[in-house]
């Protein structure tokens, strides 16, 4: 099996493949030092549910960087410049969460390249969390 | 802060917690699993040499940490539901880097009156302690 192709040059129809992760209250107590925020819905039960995973941690691991197939050369960044998201359901903390995503569309601007993809993260029993559309421009030369 | 209501008026702006964004916690969010040999990972988030032969001028912060301020902003303005049905849109208009202190911000701009609920529609931001704006969006979210 060779190389997977160069991220930036995946046209609208392709697809990235998918990364699954689990969520230990461990991993998600990192986030929340990222973030600075300690609300008991992502530390305890709270209002009579489990721990819930952090929305920064769902968007950080649904960026395109984390698929398996992502691939840019050295010098060359996905930068993020728009975003569309949908929540759909909270995922408790304990989950394993699988990222799907696809891209939508691709352009020029300014002699830039940008890319559309989209993301959707489902839990292990098919449930939808968060649907995002996102926007990328490559900067760098490879 | 206060969270919103179903009697919040149009025009009605509140203001969220301060964030300080640190090269720490850009390490913890970007770095990769700080367990791992080689934490923090180097790219465009966490070493100025990678962002600059990206042709960043410097560090950039990912969007995601900006993503992650403006839903912890929203789901304490909504409640834990806004989790369920809210939506989020943004555009990164500036840079964010270790040292930067980001405000998220909102201001009601309409009022839907749906069954037994009320959904409110919100310009959104983020600025820096300079009050410069670094992104910029607009969102959604229901109250019963």
């Given at each position: 099996m060779g190389a997977p192709k160069r991220t930036d040059r995946l046209a609208a129809g392709e697809k990235l493949d998918p990364f699954t992760f689990h969520v230990t209250e461990e991993f998600n107590e990192n986030f929340l030092h990222s973030m600075e925020d300690f609300h008991p819905r992502y530390v305890e039960d709270h209002a009579g549910r489990a721990p819930i995973i952090h929305a920064g941690l769902l968007f950080n691991f649904s960026n395109l960087t984390r698929s398996p197939s992502f691939s840019l050369p050295a010098g060359v960044a996905a930068i993020h410049t728009h975003e569309e998201a949908a929540f759909l359901q909270p995922a408790p903390v304990g989950s394993t969460l699988t990222v799907s995503w696809k891209i939508t569309d691709t352009y020029e601007k300014r002699g830039r390249l940008y890319q559309v993809v989209e993301a959707l993260i489902t839990t292990e029993t098919g449930n939808q969390v968060l649907r995002r559309i996102s926007t990328n421009i490559y900067m760098g030369e490879g | 802060m206060l969270p919103l209501s179903p009697d919040t008026p149009v025009g009605h702006t509140v203001t969220g917690r301060k964030k300080t964004v640190t090269s720490y916690r850009t390490w913890l969010f970007s770095g990769g699993?700080?367990?791992?040999?080689?934490?923090?990972?180097?790219n465009v988030h966490t070493d100025l040499a990678a962002a600059q032969q990206s042709g960043l001028p410097t560090r950039a912060a990912s969007g995601a940490m900006c993503l992650g301020y403006l839903t912890e902003f929203l789901v304490d303005l909504f409640g834990d539901e806004w989790l369920r049905h809210g939506e989020l849109t943004s555009k990164f208009i500036g840079i964010v880097d270790a040292g930067d202190d980001i405000f998220c911000k909102a201001r009601v701009t309409a009022r839907e009156e749906t069954g037994p609920g009320i959904c409110l529609a919100l310009d959104v931001w983020c600025e820096n302690q300079d009050g410069t704006p670094v992104v910029v969006g607009t969102a959604t979210g229901r109250l019963e």
């Open positions: - | 699993w700080p367990r791992f040999d080689g934490w923090p990972a180097k």
